[in-house]
Structures are given as C-alpha cells and as structure tokens.
C-alpha cells in the first residue's frame, strides 16, 4: 500500500474564512489518482475533489481546491469561505492503477461562527 | 439507483461469534472493497474483488473472510470474532476504470466484547 501522510490531526477556521489541509504521499507511480474525501458526522464518504496526477492543472469544485506539487508528492486542499456545514473529518486518497485506495489517517475540521 | 448498502448498521458480537457482514450495490461495478475504519488510522483494505469468483486480500486481512458469487454482492464474514475487530466497517465499489471514484455504503458500527 501507498503512504499517504495528512499531517494535521486537527483544524479550526472561522466561518467564511479559509483553511488549508495538508496531505503528502508516498510512490514510485507516475500515473495515479488523488481524492479528499469528506465524512460528516453521519460517517457517510463523501468524494469532494480529484486530481489525475498527469494534469498539471489544480482541480477545482466550486469552494475547494487544491494545490498539486507532484515533484513534492503533495496534495493540499483548500477551504474557502468556510461554512458551517463543512466541519468534519477530510480524508486524503491514493488510487494506483491496481484500483487499491489508501488513506491518510485525516484531518478533523472545526468551524467556529 | 439504491447505491451501496450495508447490513446491519450497528452490531455488538461476543468474543469467538462469528456473523456476516453484508454488502451489495446495483451499479453493476466490477470492483468492491471493504475498509475498516479506527481512530487515527484512516481506512484500511481487508479484502477487494476486481469481479465474481475473484478475490483478494488488502493490508489488513486476518480474521477476515470474502467470497463473490455475483457482481452485486460482497459479503464479509468473521469466522471468530476477537476485540480487535471492533471497528467501523465499510463497502465501496467502482467500475474497472482506476480513475472512477470508489462509492462508499454507509458503514457498520461493530463491537466485540
């Protein structure tokens, strides 16, 4: 399995603030997949945002986005006008071309109004 | 389109009972997966099917049993279950397409006492 580090146990931001979610990963790929996942208190997964590593191009879904460093092996994400509906548990995922993901251990996000 | 379900919800198990855990999805995926979920460890793979009659194990497989018969349903079963096996169990499947996202059932809390 893939490394993948989220350095980060836990994050506060007030609202509409922004905040940014570390996430670093480990692999000798050259092709892959990079997804944040959100889980609310329901426990439900929730996919927020993917990256194809072969595109230079940061993916971007309306409030989030990211910052892709591939020679870094770094994936961050970022939070913009920060909303109250967004506190919960952010997990970050490698997808290799063998369909496995692997997980960071998360980041619990606090939204303070 | 009901998804990925999960059955039962909630368990609670004596130590060396064994029971079924199940899942099944009607988007006609070829790949399923089951994760257990601990606090501060992320997701981790058990097991994971790429099609019927074909299985696999993941990083953390002991104690852990996977058959699929169909493409809508894969089961996991504790032969004899120990505390350590208490956890939050979930299914995810996705097509054959590495880059599609996994969908996520919505998990089972299980406790072993």
């Known amino acids: 399995a893939q490394t993948v580090t989220q350095s980060q146990p836990e994050m506060s931001v007030q609202e509409a603030e922004t905040v940014t979610l570390s996430c670093t990963y480990d692999?000798?790929?050259?092709?892959?997949?990079l997804f944040w996942y959100k889980q609310p208190p329901s426990r439900q997964m929730i996919l927020v945002i993917r990256?194809?590593?072969?595109?230079?191009q940061n993916a971007t879904e309306n409030r989030f986005s990211v910052n892709f460093q591939k020679a870094a092996k770094s994936f961050s994400l970022k939070i913009s006008d920060s909303q109250l509906g967004d506190a919960a548990m952010y997990f970050c995922a490698y997808r290799s071309a063998d369909y496995k993901l692997s997980f960071g251990a998360g980041t619990t996000v606090t939204v303070r109004a | 389109n009901a998804g990925v379900t999960q059955t039962p919800k909630f368990q609670v198990l004596k130590t060396g009972q064994s029971m079924t855990l199940q899942c099944a999805q009607d988007m006609n995926h070829e790949y399923m997966s089951w994760y257990r979920q601990d606090p501060g460890m992320g997701l981790r793979l058990i097991h994971y099917?790429?099609?019927?009659?074909?299985?696999d194990q993941g990083e953390v497989p002991n104690g852990y049993n996977v058959s699929r018969s169909t493409t809508e349903d894969f089961p996991l079963r504790l032969l004899s279950a120990a505390p350590s096996q208490t956890s939050v169990y979930f299914c995810?499947?996705?097509?054959?397409?590495?880059?599609?996202?996994?969908?996520f059932g919505p998990g089972t809390r299980l406790t072993v006492l």
């Open positions: 995810a499947s996705s097509s054959l397409s590495w880059k599609d996202t996994q969908y």
């Open positions: 692999t000798s790929e050259s092709d892959y997949y």
């Open positions: 990256q194809e590593a072969y595109k230079q």
């Open positions: 099917s790429v099609g019927a009659g074909i299985t």
